[in-house]
């Protein structure tokens, strides 16, 4: 009988270690996802030039491209001018919350020489993350994206 005692109790012990066991196991697995998560705050411009090299000699006065519209975009929130003003667009510093996932940057000109150039740049925290370039005459547009999920 105290055999039969015996075999019973270490069954139960054994049983009591490997559910202690997963769980342990359960909650050790849960913290490091957690950890994962921890979004961070940048700082972010939009930046749009137009650079107009034209025929040499210069023409007098000098045809300057212009700028119909820009679109700025962090995660869901969309923000258009129209007409801006001069041949540098900047938004401006800002920051952004990496949990925001992606920025989308997008411009349209008319350019008035066929090596005019559209350039638009997305930085963050002080260097360009993406640029792009656009050459050629006429109404000329450039979009870029970027995502903080890409590594």
Same mark, same amino acid.
């Given at each position: 009988?105290?055999?039969?005692?015996?075999?019973?109790?270490?069954?139960?012990?054994?049983?009591?270690?490997?559910?202690?066991?997963?769980?342990?196991?359960?909650?050790?697995?849960?913290?490091?996802?957690?950890?994962?998560?921890?979004?961070?705050?940048?700082?972010?411009?939009?930046?749009?030039?137009?650079?107009? #090299?034209?025929?040499?000699?210069?023409?007098?006065?000098?045809?300057?491209?212009?700028?119909?519209?820009?679109?700025?975009?962090?995660?869901?929130?969309? *923000?258009?001018?129209? *007409?801006?003003?001069?041949?540098?667009?900047?938004?401006?510093?800002?920051f952004v919350n990496?949990?925001?996932?992606?920025? *989308?940057?997008?411009?349209?000109?008319?350019?008035?020489?066929?090596?005019?150039?559209?350039?638009?740049?997305?930085?963050?925290?002080?260097?360009?993350?993406?640029?792009? #370039?656009?050459?050629?005459?006429?109404? #000329?547009?450039?979009?870029?994206?970027?995502?903080?999920?890409?590594?």
């Amino acid at each position: 009988m105290k055999q039969f005692y015996k075999s019973k109790s270490l069954f139960r012990l054994s049983l009591l270690f490997a559910v202690l066991f997963s769980v342990i196991s359960v909650v050790n697995s849960c913290k490091d996802d957690d950890d994962d998560e921890e979004f961070t705050d940048h700082i972010v411009m939009f930046e749009a030039k137009i650079n107009t #090299k034209g025929p040499q000699p210069a023409p007098t006065p000098p045809v300057n491209g212009t700028f119909k519209t820009v679109v700025t975009q962090i995660g869901t929130a969309p *923000n258009t001018t129209f *007409n801006p003003t001069g041949t540098t667009w900047t938004s401006g510093e800002q920051f952004v919350n990496s949990s925001q996932s992606q920025l *989308n940057f997008a411009a349209n000109a008319v350019l008035p020489y066929s090596d005019s150039e559209l350039i638009i740049n997305i930085w963050v925290d002080g260097e360009i993350a993406k640029t792009k #370039k656009v050459v050629g005459v006429g109404e #000329k547009n450039a979009s870029v994206f970027y995502s903080f999920l890409e590594l």
